[in-house]
């Protein structure tokens, strides 16, 4: 069974940081496309960062600069190393797991919450 759990989330000021982790248990994490989504309110889902199984990664432009995907295929961890907060990066982040070539693998997270308020 498939699971995904997220940390890390909270309120942060504009211009501060937060890092986010993805536990990731029952997959095969090391072959795996892992990404980070998010989703704010009256919004639709949006894909923030991804990394590939040879760590090849790939940012919305609305976060090039600012935040940071890595993963650690020893812990099954995706992070996302989140710098330079701004209000409208307000939104619950969601993990997911994919294998490209199998479109019924593909999982998400229950999600956490990143607030960025003064």
């Known amino acids: 069974q498939v699971q995904l759990v997220e940390s890390g989330g909270g309120l942060v000021q504009p211009g501060g940081s937060l890092r986010l982790s993805c536990a990731a248990s029952?997959?095969?994490?090391?072959?795996?496309?892992m990404g980070w989504y998010r989703q704010a309110p009256g919004k639709q889902r949006e894909l923030v960062a991804r990394?590939?199984?040879?760590?090849?990664?790939h940012y919305a432009d609305s976060v090039k600069g600012r935040f940071t995907i890595s993963r650690d295929n020893a812990k099954n961890t995706v992070y996302l190393q989140m710098s330079s907060l701004k209000p409208e990066d307000t939104a619950v982040y969601y993990c997911?797991?994919?294998?490209?070539?199998?479109?019924?693998?593909?999982?998400w997270g229950q999600g956490t919450q990143v607030i960025v308020s003064s």
């Open positions: 997911n797991i994919n294998l490209p070539w199998n479109p019924h693998y593909d999982y």
């Open positions: 029952g997959t095969i994490f090391s072959i795996s496309v």
């Open positions: 990394i590939t199984s040879e760590s090849s990664t």
